[in-house]
Structure formats: structure tokens, C-alpha cells
């Protein structure tokens, strides 16, 4: 998983196995790096943003590759709805319409009078 981190500081630690490697503190947690070439990178750049890839085994996550450019995170093409209860109201509502026109349909409505019928109705709700 490739993410952005700001490194707030390195250990040297040596594992049960008796492998050598580094614990890095960042904003998302502790992270261990095994590759000592990656960690002499991240040793010059505590307090910064860097681009990593991590991969996550057994509850660990360890940092694989340092990215040439930190990755685009691209805002979402819709802002998240304010009001959650309101939006799952509405997609109800669309659900429920579909519903009776297509009771409507099956009762011998032609389909265009059918969504005609519901609307009207909608509309006189909704005054």
C-alpha cells in the first residue's frame, strides 16, 4: 500500500531471529523497516513527509520501497453528505417509487401513466 508518512524518529533494534533493523514512529504509528539502505534515507528525513510503500504481515507493517514523489491523495468527487439520514431517506424513497409504478404496470397501467400517477402523487405529498 503506497501512503505518505512524517517521520518523528528511528531506532536500531535487533529482532528474536537476531536481525538487525530499524523502528520508525510516524503520525500513523510504529513501522519497521529490515532494509538498511531505506533507513539511512528515512534517518534524513525525520520531521518530513515521505512517500513509502508498506506492507502489512502478521499485525506488523514494514516499510518495502521509499517513493520517488508522495502519492497524489485525489479528493473525492463528491463531498460526503452532511446529513446521512436524509440521503438514505431519499435512495428509500427512489426504491419505494419504483415499486408502485411497476404495481401500477402490473395492474394494466401503461408505463408512461404509471410514472405520471406517482409523481402527481410525490407532488401532492410534498406541498
Known sequence: METTIT???????????????HSITTEQGVMSCFEKSISDVLLTKIGQQVGVEIKESNGFKNIRKILAKLPVVSPSQTPPSADKFAEARKEKNSAMYVSYVKDLIVSGVLPDKAIEIIKKTIAEFEK
Not at 517521520?7 to 533493523?21: L, N
Request: net charge positive; charged share 20%; no cysteine.
Open 7 to 21: 517521520i518523528q524518529g528511528i531506532e536500531q533494534k535487533t529482532s528474536q531471529a537476531g536481525k538487525v533493523y
